[in-house]
T-cell receptor, first 113, second 112 residues
Framework: SQQGEEDPQALSIQEGENATMNCSYK?????LQWYRQNSGRGLVHLILIRSNEREKHSGRLRVTLDTSKKSSSLLITASRAADTASYFCATDEGSSNTGKLIFGQGTTLQVKP | SAVISQKPSRDICQRGTSLTIQCQVDSQVTMMFWYRQQPGQSLTLIATANQGSEATYESGFVIDKFPISRPNLTFSTLTVSNMSPEDSSIYLCSVDSPNEQFFGPGTRLTVL
């Protein structure tokens, strides 16, 4: 079953603007990951944030995690047309450590040049 | 890191037939996973493929429909049996590591 909900479902911005996507989940986790998918192709791993971390940066990406609210956000700064893609959050199963991932519904981002 | 390849990359099949998808990893891994992504949807886990034991299926997926093989630590296959148009999806395999889960490029299946 789907653990995560993401909002917005779709986001359209101009190049240079910032894009923020949110993800909520239901159960305890060890870590949360964000992925990008271009046009229904394979998934590209963007960043992993562990349950004991609150914020993480990677280039133009900033991820926050609030375990008390069971939510995470992905911020892409200074967006580019090449950032146009679908973005998914994925969580593990917490204590069971099975390696399984549970994906959110995804946010489709369009960056207009 | 792990590099994963899948074959075929895409296929168009007739209903009632079966398709076997191959997943090859460039290193030995304990667990491999198979996901399905229906059109416009997110990814849903089908099963976990463990070498030396039967695959573990998630709720809503059964072995008769999605038989899985795991003959060694670098290879797995997923068969989509007796296909119907509802099976049209992207099928992805993945492997787990401490810092991320790596995904194959996916197999885009269209069932007519």
């Amino acid at each position: 079953s789907q653990q995560g909900e993401e909002d917005p479902q779709a986001l359209s911005i101009q190049e240079g603007e910032n894009a923020t996507m949110n993800c909520s989940y239901k159960t305890s986790i060890n870590n949360l990951q964000w992925y990008r998918q271009n046009s229904g192709r394979g998934l590209v791993h963007l960043i992993l944030i562990r349950s004991n971390e609150r914020e993480k940066h990677s280039g133009r990406l900033r991820v926050t995690l609030d375990t008390s609210k069971k939510s995470s956000s992905l911020l892409i700064t200074a967006s580019r047309a090449a950032d146009t893609a679908s973005y998914f959050c994925a969580t593990d199963e917490g204590s069971s450590n099975t390696g399984k991932l549970i994906f959110g519904q995804g946010t489709t981002l369009q960056v207009k040049p | 890191s792990a590099v994963i390849s899948q074959k075929p990359s895409r296929d168009i099949c007739q209903r009632g037939t079966s398709l076997t998808i191959q997943c090859q990893v460039d290193s030995q891994v304990t667990m491999m996973f198979w996901y399905r992504q229906q059109p416009g949807q997110s990814l849903t886990l089908i099963a976990t493929a463990n070498q030396g034991s039967e695959a573990t299926y998630e709720s809503g997926f059964v072995i008769d429909k999605f038989p899985i093989s795991r003959p060694n630590l670098t290879f797995s296959t997923l068969t989509v049996s007796n296909m119907s148009p509802e099976d049209s999806s992207i099928y992805l395999c993945s492997v787990d590591s401490p810092n991320e889960q790596f995904f194959g490029p996916g197999t885009r299946l269209t069932v007519l």
